[in-house]
């Protein structure tokens, strides 16, 4: 991540209000370079993948150099297909939250032209669409393009194969001669550089290069996850990962806090760390995770930087890094010391050919991580249930607790397995998941070949900025509901000495 912060970039301040309340901390690589570019008005190429933060290095400069309070069309975006086009035009609808009047209109085929028609003639600062309906208005005269200010072209290698490219250029050659120009792309073959030169001349050229450099005693894996199944495949993982101490990135403050809350909920000792806490806040998290008062952290990028706990066996990945600089700097994280970590990254459909540039960075192919079945779930479960069960087995406390049922039951006229069995329903229901009554659902599995599936919201990391799907469905609860009618006492833990710690763990 970049040492800048968003406000010595010089963005309009209506546009870095939008960005703080979306919980961006810091410029990612590419904005770092694109932003300042774009400000002072010179055309851009940028080299570089979905997931790098590359909608905000063009969509913040670009708003910050329009007139806000002229309605005509400013800044037209091409993009190749219709998801892409409307994440586009949400993300600008987000950085642009602080403009009064501001309209940003998405339009693409396959869509009635009517809406499309009504919402031009209402005016719109912003237009973003495919390539052949948006040539459909400018022939109809319907969009006009005497006031633009920029073009961008996102995704330029993809229009091109998808057959885009004359309608490109035929776009190209209407906007008039003063209007600043971007173009982004993952790769650069012959054709788009043939335009990148008659139409971005003298361009500032930007790469998202790929170091090559190998993480070493760390094994990594992937994990293809859909975007909305992220939580419940977290919650699996820490479920069955022997680990002892665990950092899981996200790319945002707020979902530092939200996740810790999520993990919380479901035991797990965890702690959000974010450029949001103070020094000493910080410290104390740190330390706590050394000392094992917690087991997680759910940390940001820049609040992780230089994190040495060498307790740390595993690192989660939770969303996709910025760069492969960023995913080194994280997955040294563990591994210190001389030790052996284990990094699992999930990716989401739209993410996987981030992940061929990684294994080239990082010199070395990923695993995929297996999820077990329900079934070897359930047995895991089984043996979890039955070592902390064992744990009590030699407390002190045993032959009162025994007699206490022994009463019960006599008095009831019940068996004591029976007993035993409502006891452990009970800790079921205090504690959902832990005790193996239900069987385990199975995650939906991506094979590792299957075609991306365009996901609207959340295909690329995250979808409309600042939103999660991963966050807002809650996951299943493995074993029903909490204590209805909860017993007297409390909550139905069972006192007396713990389990062993790793079983508890990963309750
Ligand atoms: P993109 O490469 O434009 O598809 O962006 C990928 C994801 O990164 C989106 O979900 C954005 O909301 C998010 N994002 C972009 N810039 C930042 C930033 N500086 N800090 C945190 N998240 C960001």
Redesign the pocket.
Known sequence: MSELSFAELGLDPAVLEAVSAVG?????PI?AQTIPALLAGKHLLGVAQ???????AFALPLLSRIDASVTDPQILVLAPTRELAIQVAE?FTTYASKFRNFHVLPIYGGQDFFPQIKGLRRGAQVIVGTPGRMLDHLRKGTLKLDGLKALVLDEADEMLRMGFIDDVEAILAKTPQNCQRALFSATMPPQIKKVANTYLRDAVEVRIESETRTVERISQFVLPVYAERKLDALTRILEVEPFDGAIIFV??KAETTLLAEKLSARGHAVAPLNGDLNQRQREQTVEDLKSGKKDIIVATDVAARGLDVPRITHVINYDVPYDTEAYIHRTGRTGRAGREGKAILLVTPRERSWLRTLERATNSPMQAYQLPSPVELKKMREEQFETQLLGFAEDGKLAKAMALLDEIAERNEMDTAMVAGALACWLEASQPGSLPLEQPEALPEISANAPPRRERQGG????K??YKPGFKKGPKGRGGPGPKGKPPGKGGKPAGKRPPRQADAKR
């Open positions: 961006y901390e810091t410029p990612t904005q979905t997931g790098t933060g590359k909608t905000a993300a790319r945002t690329r990391p995250g979808g900025p600042g």
